[in-house]
């Protein structure tokens, strides 16, 4: 049996996608067990269910704290008996104690080169400062904002004119590849956390 992964996702859900095909290709030695979503009109939760792919929808709006959402997502996790939780574009920040109920085991990928332009609109971000080369990060989630330790990064070079839009796109495209790739290399090698490096044995 292969690992029992957990997607959370906010939207259009193209990063659960690209696990999802790889997954089923064989590329990464996982399937994905849940879908969870924060948002009921998520495109993403859409796609899952066209798939035959167990989704849950928790809205957080409906809960009375972070808390209790998280409780929630935890107790959907754990009955699905996930074992690793990817963040495909999930727009919402994870508490500490979340984390602490899968160690080392939540994946996240974020549309730049970390630790440059964390938080939102990472795409935008680049364009704005003028930098020459950006592209995406998959790491680890800690209790900081797109904080945790580096697993995959490609590179995207900039090119003149180009738009939050236009480089966002070219960004994705490396997106769908990275993240399957980080996933692949957890799951299959021998790994320990040093400082904040991931060293591999
Ligand atoms: C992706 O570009 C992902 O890197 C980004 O949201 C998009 C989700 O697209 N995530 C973040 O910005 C997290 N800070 P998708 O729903 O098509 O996978």
């Not at 899968?102 to 609109?121: C, V």
């Not at 904002?145 to 796109?169: C, K, W, Y």
Request: neutral net charge.
């Amino acid at each position: 049996m292969t690992t029992k992964i957990g997607i959370l996702l906010s939207g259009r859900g193209s990063n659960f996608l690209a696990l999802h095909g790889a997954m089923e290709r064989g590329d990464v030695p996982a399937h994905i067990a849940l879908v969870v979503s924060n948002v009921a009109e998520a495109a993403g939760l859409e796609k899952a269910r066209a798939l035959r792919l167990p989704t849950v929808c928790i809205p957080h709006r409906l809960e009375p704290s972070r808390e209790a959402h998280e409780a929630k997502v935890l107790e959907a996790l754990r009955h699905a008996g996930v074992e690793w939780v990817c963040l495909a574009g999930y727009m919402r920040l994870l508490s500490a104690s979340f984390i602490a109920e899968y160690p080392q085991r939540i994946l996240n990928i974020h549309p730049a080169l970390l630790p440059s332009f964390p938080g939102l609109e990472g795409q935008a971000q680049a364009v704005e400062y003028g930098v020459k080369v950006s592209g995406c990060t998959v790491h680890l989630v800690d209790e900081g904002l797109d904080s945790g330790s580096i697993i995959v990064q490609h590179v995207v070079p900039l090119r003149d004119g180009d738009t939050a839009e236009s480089l966002s796109a070219r960004i994705l495209a490396e997106e769908h590849k990275a993240y399957p790739e980080a996933l692949n290399l957890l799951l299959t090698q021998r790994w320990n956390i040093v400082g904040r490096r991931v060293v591999y044995s």
